[in-house]
């Protein structure tokens, strides 16, 4: 009988990993294991790009395997905070435990939670039934509205069953780190309304999958939460981005443990990602653009999320 215990990674653009991988080697020096993976740490999933390529990446998903450096929304070149989390997750499940770990993304960038349907949104946004039905929006099989959060689903389900075909007899799912909100930076409070729906329904949702795969909820219903807040400096696009925008949201995903159950923050605020200066025409990317952050902020994050791991899901 083998034992396998299941994280998901979900959100927009910095969940996929738009980092760009520019010193290899500094990485491997830290953690050789991520050059070909930890066998004990896998991963599978769909980090999708952008809207323009979405038709092309959706049946490209990456199947089960060790988890290494490259797992990013462009493959190879680049990451996400999987390749930190392994790192972490390595000290839990290694060959001398004997456990076992299984990553499960479904991220694409610029993607929203609430009802929108424009940009990268026009392939589905992660809208929660009951959000949805609160306001009176048709959801089941609308082909936008809901649509990445059914897409989550069915990634589970997928990669789960791969994972007993595999000989995986007991499947766990421990938690979920959420890396979203760029997209509705504007609207704290309709934020916070909307994530409440959607930490209840993902939760109820994902223990129905996990029943039908074993038999029972496998944890899911209670799973742990982990959001990852944004850069006080995500994309400064004026003076003012920082303080009336980007803090107040970040002030409001902090606040998100307090009122959810088995919800945790994962504290990204202080990793920089740009500089505002006179004018947007000199503004300084800090990160692989203004955006996205550098691999040395991109890993530590993802060691983050993994530590968050190891102290929340037992």
């Known amino acids: 009988m083998a034992e396998i215990d299941l994280y998901l990674i979900a959100g927009q653009s910095n969940a996929a990993g738009f980092t760009k991988v520019r010193d290899a080697e500094a990485l491997y020096g830290i953690a050789p294991a991520l050059r070909e993976g930890f066998d004990h740490v896998l991963y599978a999933g769909n980090a999708r790009a952008d809207a323009d390529q979405w038709k092309r990446l959706i049946n490209r998903d990456v199947a089960w395997c060790p988890t290494r450096l490259g ?35 479904l991220a694409h960038g610029g993607t929203s939670l609430l009802e929108k349907r424009v940009g990268s949104n026009v392939f589905g946004n992660w809208c929660p039934p009951s959000l949805a039905k609160e306001q009176g929006i048709a959801w089941e099989g609308d ?11 069915a990634q589970l389900e997928r990669n789960a069953r791969e994972l007993q075909q595999r000989g995986f ?36 949702d994902a223990a129905r999958v996990m029943e039908r795969l074993t038999g029972i909820g496998g944890g899911a219903a209670a799973m742990q939460i982990f959001v990852g807040t944004l850069s006080q400096t995500f994309f400064l696009d004026n003076a003012e981005t920082e303080e009336k925008v980007n803090i107040p949201f970040i002030e409001m995903q902090r606040s998100l443990e307090k009122e959810i159950e088995n919800c945790h923050t994962v504290d990204n605020a202080a990793y920089a990602i740009c500089r505002w200066h006179t004018c947007l025409a000199d503004r300084e990317a800090l990160g692989t653009d203004c955006g996205h952050w550098n691999q040395a902020d991109a890993f530590e994050i993802g060691k983050n999320v993994g530590n968050a791991i190891l102290t929340y899901c037992k």
């Open 71 to 105: 797992l990013g929304a462009h493959h190879d070149g680049y990451m996400g905070p999987e390749a930190g989390m392994a790192v972490v997750l390595s000290k839990r499940y290694n060959a001398e435990s004997g456990r076992y770990a299984g990553l499960i993304k």
């Open 169 to 204: 007899d007991r499947l766990h799912l421990k938690g979920m780190y959420w890396m979203q909100g760029c997209n509705n930076r504007t609207l704290p409070m309709e934020y916070k309304h909307a994530f409440a729906h959607f930490a209840a329904d993902i939760r109820a």
């Open 143 to 153: 082909p936008i509205t809901g649509e990445l959060y059914r897409l989550l689903l």
